[in-house]
């Protein structure tokens, strides 16, 4: 049965810091992986897919890797900023179309 | 990509009712998926809503309890049958885009029992 985990569960850090967030699933047959972000009481956006023969996709600010063979994905934040404060969420792909969430982590950024 | 409204967006519900929301899409889509996100949670699928025939249920969760309609490509319904204090949660409504890659999801309808 895959589980996905992220650490850390909750992280706050200054206005401007490069956070690394992390992701490790334990089944590596998947179809891809999901990044998404979660603001208080809302639904989810959709950051970054990596499809399963990718390493990396990016977009702004942000960058995701994927490393299969070890389980591993990791969202890169560059340069944080006050509005980068809610719950990240990683999702893994299987061929069952199922999304099978991470426990989140919480983020805050403070000016 | 694809936008997705959900109703209602917040609803409080008396012990043994039951409620319907809605997922609206603006575009076609094939896969259609009802999610439960209680307090504190992650999300966990309920079900996939299936065009023309019954959903399929994840283990734990029954037709009873939460059925499924998917009339169309752009549209389904989520009832929670008989809710108890339990059933309150966030319930969101995700789609497949056309590419068959990215899962996007609505606003979430969040349901409080008392």
């Known amino acids: 049965k895959q589980e996905v985990t992220q650490i850390p569960a909750a992280l706050s850090v200054p206005e401007g810091e490069n956070l690394v967030l992390n992701c490790s699933f334990t089944?590596?047959?998947?179809?891809?992986l999901q990044w998404f972000r979660q603001d208080p009481g809302k639904g989810l956006t959709s950051l970054l897919l990596i499809q399963s023969s990718q390493r990396e996709q990016t977009s702004g600010r942000l960058n995701a890797s994927l490393d299969k063979s070890s389980g591993r994905s990791t969202l890169y934040i560059a340069a944080s900023q006050p509005g980068d404060s809610a719950t990240y969420l990683c999702?893994?792909?299987?061929?069952?179309?199922?999304?099978?969430f991470g426990t989140g982590t919480r983020l805050q950024v403070f000016p | 990509s694809a936008v997705i409204s959900q109703k209602p967006s917040r609803d409080i519900c008396q012990r043994g009712t039951s409620l319907t929301i809605q997922c609206q899409v603006d575009?076609?889509?094939?896969?259609m998926f009802w999610y439960r996100q209680q307090p504190g949670q992650s999300l966990t699928l309920i079900a996939t809503?299936?065009?023309?025939?019954?959903?399929?249920?994840e283990s734990g969760f029954v037709i009873d309890k939460f059925p499924i309609s998917r009339p169309n490509l752009t549209f389904s319904t989520l009832t929670v049958s008989n809710m108890s204090p339990e059933d309150s949660s966030i319930y969101l409504c995700?789609?497949?885009?056309?590419?068959?890659?990215?899962?996007?999801f609505g606003e979430g309808s969040w349901l409080t029992v008392v």
């Open positions: 995700s789609v497949r885009d056309q590419s068959g890659n990215t899962i996007y």
């Open positions: 089944d590596s047959a998947i179809y891809n």
């Open positions: 809503a299936n065009q023309g025939s019954e959903a399929t249920y």
């Open positions: 575009s076609q889509v094939t896969m």
């Open positions: 999702a893994v792909v299987e061929n069952t179309d199922k999304l099978i």
